[in-house]
């Protein structure tokens, strides 16, 4: 009786470590580089359209939660990293506003001017483009929720562009023919967290869709670090930081 005890006990306490680590983990990088950017006063390393993917993929696997009801941790997961990006956001313009010398025009989300779109000066621009987009798919969710394909699209949307996130560094170090000044050990955390995601999400059952999900980023990211040893020899200094680091 004891024994059983024990494993229940193991059992349950594991569960709780790894449904915070699934919660939390992703956030631990931003975390990191929000006291970054807060320490230098200089948010040029940090691209918002990280934050844009990563706003649209976790607001799509909310209301994928509608349609397909999935892991409790991974909703929690979702809401958390939008929490997170909203405030990254609001510290990068908080940031370059400071940062300008000379105070430039105004670029809000009421202009509907396209050549300024996620370019926006002020924080409420961006978190009036997320209501509206989720106010759309909501209501989208709503009338469709019942109807399989939709569901399941709307799922596949959410995880692939979060799968995507690691692509434009990718294709920023074949470009450059170099991986000088990329952190190798933070590309390196992002194979670890990613094949621990993608375990967990087989574990788990979750829907198909986060596996594809898991699948796809740990081989961006092994692929990113063959790139290490294929430009070993580059002598060609580029600074870069890697703008996926969830």
């Known amino acids: 009786m004891n024994n059983v005890y024990e494993q229940l006990t193991i059992k349950g306490i594991t569960n709780w470590v790894a449904s915070g680590a ?16 807060k320490k230098r006063e200089n948010a040029e390393g940090f691209s918002l359209y990280v934050c844009l993917a990563l706003l649209i993929a976790n607001t799509l696997r909310i209301f994928f939660w509608f349609g397909k009801r999935y892991e409790i941790p991974l909703l929690l997961q979702s ?57 759309l798919v909501g209501i989208l969710t709503y009338l469709l929720v019942d109807v399989p394909i939709f569901v399941e699209t709307v799922g596949l949307l959410a995880v692939l562009t979060e799968a995507m996130l690691g692509v434009p560094q990718f294709l920023c170090n074949v470009s450059n023919k170099s ?53 070993r020899n580059s002598t060609d200094v580029h600074l870069r930081i890697p703008i996926r680091t969830d």
Not at 22 to 37: H, S, T
Not at 179 to 203: A, E, H, P, Q, R
């Open 79 to 135: 809401i958390f990293m939008i929490i997170t990006m909203f405030i990254m956001i609001k510290l990068c313009i908080t940031v370059q506003n400071k940062s300008q010398m000379i105070k430039a025009r105004d670029h809000v989300f009421t202009d509907f001017d396209i050549n300024f779109f996620w370019k926006w000066t002020n924080f409420q621009s961006y978190l009036n483009f997320m209501l509206l987009f989720g106010i």
């Open 22 to 37: 699934i919660i939390f983990g992703g956030i631990i990088p931003y975390v990191l580089q929000y006291r970054e950017i």
């Open 179 to 231: 991986t000088n000044g990329m952190s190798t050990f933070m590309v390196t955390m992002w194979t670890l967290g990613d094949t621990l995601k993608t375990c967990y999400f087989i574990m788990k059952e979750a829907p198909i869709q986060f596996e594809i999900c898991g699948m796809l980023q740990v081989m961006i990211d092994v692929a990113i670090l063959a790139q290490v040893y294929i430009y």
